[in-house]
């Protein structure tokens, strides 16, 4: 369903009130007591394949956790106030995939920036934190990872939050073409073609294409996203992701029977604006998913930006429900 703004703003208030905590914004708790204490952010480091691989961390291990998983071209900063607003009653880990955010960047030649790589590193860091088992938010690049993370092993997973994360094909559009291009024929005079999507025009487009309020969007967003973009060789790391991106198409088939297998509880929220990963990428997912909570927003690509509380309250309902 598309959700209306005037029932957007009302369905946010009243199940903000329903948190148990006071918020100094829609989304950023701010506790007392030991509440607080719980909600409090970690940002820690693992050394894994001798990488730093960056995470942050909130809530008490012993309950339920909610595994995050970041898009192109952000990092965990993207869920800096949705940690928060979840670490009350579940705790929390959202890492820096390696080539992002605070991780380490190995040079492209040393490194292989690979969707299945990223899986791996990612499993490694749940085992090393202790979680056997994990609810998780898919996003734009997040989805193959944590798909790839569900096929290794589905019983890990116990609910799927998925805010525009493709999984299949008819979410591969227009926008997908020089991509495909690229994975047909990965030259460079192709991989060139692709730098555009790395400047600072194209991150701000990103972040604001499709909201009612492209004021309302934080620039912070576009400045820290593109000072690690160029970085010196971030550009060629980001390149071959484009260019593996092409090795998570053939495995729809394969996530989406282990759909139908598993039956994951999910919750989708996507954000109808999205040019990237348009709402034609969010219907097929009613095929396969027969405990499907299914919304449209109105909004753009990163609908936390301007959706976050009405996507935390939401998230927080169901995994209620479903996650023990």
């Given at each position: 369903?598309?959700?209306?703004?005037?029932?957007?703003?009302?369905?946010?208030?009243?199940?903000?009130?329903?948190?148990?905590?006071?918020?100094?914004?829609?989304?950023?708790?701010?506790?007392?007591?030991?509440?607080?204490?719980?909600?409090?952010?970690?940002?820690?480091?693992?050394?894994?394949?001798?990488?730093?691989?960056?995470?942050?961390?909130?809530?008490?291990?012993?309950?339920?956790?909610?595994?995050?998983?970041?898009?192109?071209?952000?990092?965990?900063?993207?869920?800096?106030?949705?940690?928060?607003?979840?670490?009350?009653?579940?705790?929390?880990?959202?890492?820096?995939?390696?080539?992002?955010?605070?991780?380490?960047?190995?040079?492209?030649?040393?490194?292989?920036?690979?969707?299945a790589n990223i899986a791996r590193i990612?499993?490694?860091?749940?085992?090393?934190?202790?979680?056997?088992?994990?609810?998780?938010?898919?996003?734009?690049?997040?989805?193959?990872?944590?798909?790839?993370?569900?096929?290794?092993?589905?019983?890990?997973?116990?609910?799927?939050?998925?805010?525009?994360?493709?999984?299949y094909e008819e979410g591969l559009r227009?926008?997908?073409?020089?991509?495909?291009?690229?994975?047909?024929?990965?030259?460079?005079?192709?991989?060139?073609?692709?730098?555009?999507?790395?400047?600072?025009?194209?991150?701000?487009?990103?972040?604001?294409?499709?909201?009612?309020?492209?004021?309302?969007?934080?620039?912070?967003?576009?400045?820290?996203?593109?000072?690690?973009?160029?970085?010196?060789?971030?550009?060629?790391?980001?390149?071959?992701?484009?260019?593996?991106?092409?090795?998570?198409?053939?495995?729809?088939?394969?996530?989406?029977?282990?759909?139908?297998?598993?039956?994951?509880?999910?919750?989708l929220m996507w954000g109808k604006n999205?040019?990237?990963?348009?709402?034609?990428?969010?219907?097929?997912?009613?095929?396969?998913?027969?405990?499907?909570?299914?919304?449209?927003?109105?909004?753009?690509?990163?609908?936390?930006?301007?959706?976050?509380?009405?996507?935390?309250?939401?998230?927080?309902?169901?995994?209620?429900?479903?996650?023990?």
């Amino acid at each position: 369903m598309v959700i209306p703004r005037n029932t957007l703003r009302a369905v946010v208030l009243t199940l903000a009130l329903s948190l148990p905590f006071a918020a100094s914004s829609p989304v950023s708790a701010v506790g007392t007591g030991a509440s607080s204490d719980r909600a409090a952010v970690i940002h820690g480091t693992e050394v894994i394949e001798g990488l730093n691989i960056a995470y942050r961390e909130a809530g008490d291990p012993s309950r339920p956790t909610v595994l995050l998983l970041h898009g192109f071209p952000t990092s965990s900063h993207m869920f800096r106030n949705l940690i928060p607003a979840l670490a009350d009653r579940f705790h929390v880990i959202a890492p820096d995939y390696p080539g992002f955010g605070a991780s380490s960047m190995p040079a492209a030649a040393d490194f292989e920036y690979s969707f299945a790589n990223i899986a791996r590193i990612v499993t490694t860091l749940l085992d090393r934190k202790g979680v056997d088992r994990y609810a998780v938010y898919l996003m734009d690049y997040g989805a193959p990872v944590g798909y790839r993370m569900f096929a290794d092993d589905p019983g890990r997973v116990t609910a799927f939050v998925i805010q525009n994360g493709n999984a299949y094909e008819e979410g591969l559009r227009e926008f997908w073409e020089p991509i495909r291009a690229y994975w047909a024929d990965p030259s460079t005079e192709n991989g060139d073609k692709l730098r555009g999507f790395l400047t600072l025009d194209a991150t701000k487009w990103q972040f604001t294409h499709g909201t009612r309020h492209p004021d309302g969007i934080s620039p912070d967003n576009f400045w820290h996203v593109q000072y690690l973009l160029d970085r010196p060789g971030n550009q060629e790391v980001q390149l071959e992701l484009f260019l593996d991106y092409g090795t998570n198409v053939p495995e729809y088939p394969k996530w989406q029977a282990l759909f139908r297998e598993h039956q994951p509880p999910a919750l989708l929220m996507w954000g109808k604006n999205d040019h990237i990963f348009p709402e034609a990428g969010a219907h097929p997912y009613k095929r396969d998913l027969a405990h499907l909570e299914f919304h449209i927003l109105e909004t753009g690509h990163f609908a936390l930006e301007e959706d976050g509380a009405l996507i935390a309250a939401t998230m927080r309902d169901f995994l209620q429900r479903v996650v023990n």
